[in-house]
């Protein structure tokens, strides 16, 4: 595949930036500023990544107005965003074409309706009354189950299953084995035996989401599981029967979500966070790395964790808990010149009575 080359000049209008140094520069990739070679062109969003600006072989860095750098540079506002951007812009010559139509393999119920340009890959089975808008992609071995509903320009990659009476919405990706609409988990317990609770709702994934591998969206006992426009989430996350997710929130690997909490907007969780049910957690609310949260976050809080508490709190918590040793050992050298005065102010008590 042949690699293009552009103009330093010709990227900083495509992302909104003024040049600093030749806007002649040729730039034919984009690596990491570690990376990166003669002819790519890098970022520094992060202060600490400045000391590798006197070694990279980087032709030119995107950085922010304050950078100091001797190489041709797009000042930008948002370098990461600006780094994404021309990163799209080279993606381009390397994405995917998927050949449209229906694999000869594929098993179509009659009653499914496939909108045009629609593609279906090898040994996918699609079921009775679904329905999948204009441009989607199914790639191999991926089910959909009964009255589901996808839209237009989704791309659902190999095994994927979305479970009957599913609602996806347009431009979502669902990454490999992750699975919307498995049962909730709920069971009544009868004397020592659990008995199943029917799940009849559904799931509901609007548009602009992103579903990682392997997670799980479960679906509601009764009435819905929702993730709201433009949610990004993470490989192995578990979101649990009717959990609401607002709208622009980031998901990281291994969270789990438990029944009917509800996340407000742009809420960030990072990995391996847990929830407990029945809770909410406020607008803007970031979860620490292993954060447990045991009880409703009020809006715009950052907690870590467990039990999740307030970040600043956490860490001087974190700070004393690492000193307890030498506490202890402080404490019981403390109590041994103790124990040594008492015994020397009984000795002293003995002679005074002789």
Partial sequence: MATRCFKLGDLAALVGGEVEGDAQTE???VAGIREAKAGDITFVANPKYEEFLGTTAASAVIGAASL??????????NPYFAYLQVLSFFA??????YARGVHES????????LGENVAVGPFCQIARGVRVGRGTTILCGTFIGEGAEIGEECLLYPNVTVREGTVVGDRVIVQPGAVIGADGFGFAKDG????????????????DVEIGANTCI?????????VHRGTKIDNLVQVAHNVIVGEDCVIAAQAGISGSTELGRNVTLAGQAGLVGHITIGDNAVVGAQGGVT???????????YPAREHGLA??????????????????????????LEKGASVDSSATDD
């Fill in 27 to 29: 730039i034919r990739g």
């Fill in 92 to 97: 381009q010559d390397r994405a995917v074409q």
């Fill in 315 to 340: 860490r001087r918590l974190y700070a004393h808990t690492a000193r307890l040793p030498d506490l202890f050992r402080r404490v019981r050298e403390l109590e041994r010149i103790v124990a040594e």
């Fill in 192 to 207: 020592s035996r659990h008995h199943k609770v029917p799940q009849i709702g559904r799931v509901i994934v609007e548009d």
């Fill in 106 to 113: 594929a098993v179509i119920d009659r009653s499914a309706e």
């Fill in 295 to 305: 009880k409703s976050i009020p809006p715009d809080t950052t907690v870590s964790g």
């Fill in 68 to 77: 100091a750098c001797a190489q041709p540079l797009i000042r930008v506002g």
């Fill in 218 to 226: 479960d679906r509601a006992t009764t009435g819905e599981t929702r």
